[in-house]
């Protein structure tokens, strides 16, 4: 039964090849041309390559230009900043030797109060308790505990 189903399979686009074959022997004798595949192919794959040498060109030049915007990016540094609610942030900013409180919402950003004195390091904002427990429980395994009942 499989033997059948397999010699059904090989022989069924039997019909297609012929009907191929008849009409590429029609466009011979009637004197028309065959589309060339391979010049088509070729234009194609031509187009598809400019078209990813456009687009890698143009990020390479946004990458360029964005670099120009701010030479000095160490002025202004972000020390930390809270989530309030779903749009609105408190952001603590440190420019030259002054800490500034911010209020942000979607559409104003508030000075909310200006620190002549650091407030927190900029160096040390990021070690919060999550991060101490993170920074300890990655040097430990990552097993379950054993039980011992």
């Known amino acids: 039964m499989t033997r059948l ?5 090989l022989w069924a686009p039997l019909p297609l090849l012929a009907e191929e074959t008849a009409k590429a022997g029609e ?25 990813v040498a456009i687009i890698y060109g143009c990020a390479w030049l946004i990458r ?3 670099g120009m915007t701010g030479m000095n ?12 609610g779903a749009r609105e942030r408190i952001a603590l900013v440190e420019v030259g030797q002054q800490q500034i409180l911010l209020g942000i919402t979607p559409s104003t950003i508030r000075t909310l109060h200006v620190f002549d004195e650091p407030v927190v ?6 070690s919060s308790d999550f991060a101490r427990k993170l920074q300890s429980m990655i040097g430990k395994s990552w097993s379950a505990p054993e039980r011992k009942d």
């Open 5 to 9: 189903t397999g010699w059904l399979l």
């Open 64 to 66: 360029r230009m964005s």
């Open 121 to 126: 390091d900029a160096g040390n904002a990021g």
């Open 27 to 51: 466009i011979a004798t009637s004197g028309g041309r065959a589309p060339d595949t391979v010049a088509t192919i070729l234009s194609l794959g031509a187009g598809l390559l400019a078209v």
């Open 73 to 84: 990016n160490n002025a202004i540094k972000v020390v930390s900043v809270l989530a309030i």
